[in-house]
């Protein structure tokens, strides 16, 4: 036997590792450039716009900037959907996509002030801004140490986001047409969020708990 057929083996199985890792590679990078992740980023790109608008106390062109983004929230979910695009870029994308939204602007509105006070009242950005530190540094820290990504969000979490978007779509409404009825949506969806953001932050630690049971339990009792 021949003392370097083994050697001629392995050149075909180390061409054969380059080629699937050259296709990983153009899988990740395809991501991108799909509709959901597309519109993804372009939400990101509204964000800078309506900072200025706020600054500059243009609320109705930041209002329809800020719908618009909101939209594409919903939008890119459903493509995905719809259209089988669901990826693993989007399931970590989206969310970062939708906290640098909410979170930036609740930090904009309550630094902006008509008169003494603020758009926003600092309590509830400072609730909000501590939940998202929060749970982006437990992540973090999960990811390290235990190799846990399962970080959907639960549906109090969706529905704090729900009532965020709410509560800053009122809130310039109400700078816009100062009517009762909108100050009362505005004064109701900023109490949903401080509630929300609450119960979904408390629900998130009991979710991760869950998790991290499974995880080591099927560490335990591996299946056959």
């Not at 180390?14 to 959901?36: C, E, H, R, Y």
């Not at 800053?168 to 100050?183: A, D, E, N, S």
């Not at 499974?214 to 299946?223: E, G, K, L, Q």
Request: glycine content about 6%; proline content about 4%; charged content about 15%.
């Amino acid at each position: 036997m021949s003392p370097h057929r083994g050697e001629n083996r392995s050149v075909p199985q180390s061409i054969n590792a380059v080629g699937d890792a050259s296709k990983n590679a153009a899988l990740k990078v395809s991501q991108f450039f799909t509709a959901p992740n597309q519109l993804t980023l372009a939400r990101m790109v509204f964000l800078p716009f309506i900072v200025m608008k706020l600054l500059d106390h243009h609320f109705q062109g930041a209002l329809i900037l800020f719908v618009i983004a909101g939209f594409s929230d919903g939008l890119d979910g459903l493509l995905a959907r719809r259209l089988h695009q669901q990826t693993l870029l989007g399931q970590y994308l989206d969310p970062i996509a939708d906290k640098m939204l909410l979170s930036t602007v609740f930090l904009v509105l309550s630094i902006v002030r008509l008169g003494e006070q603020p758009l926003i009242p600092w309590k509830y950005t400072v609730l909000v801004f501590s939940r998202d530190i929060a749970i982006l540094l437990v992540s973090g820290v999960l990811y390290t140490i235990a190799g846990l990504r399962d970080f959907r969000p639960s549906i109090f979490g969706k529905a704090n986001t729900l009532a965020q978007l709410a509560a800053v779509t009122f809130v310039m409404l109400l700078q816009i047409y100062p009517h009762r009825w909108v100050w009362i949506a505005r004064t109701t969806c900023l109490r949903a969020v401080f509630a929300f953001t609450i119960v979904s932050g408390l629900h998130y630690v009991y979710l991760v708990g869950l998790r991290l049971r499974a995880m080591d339990h099927d560490a335990t009792f591996p299946t056959k």
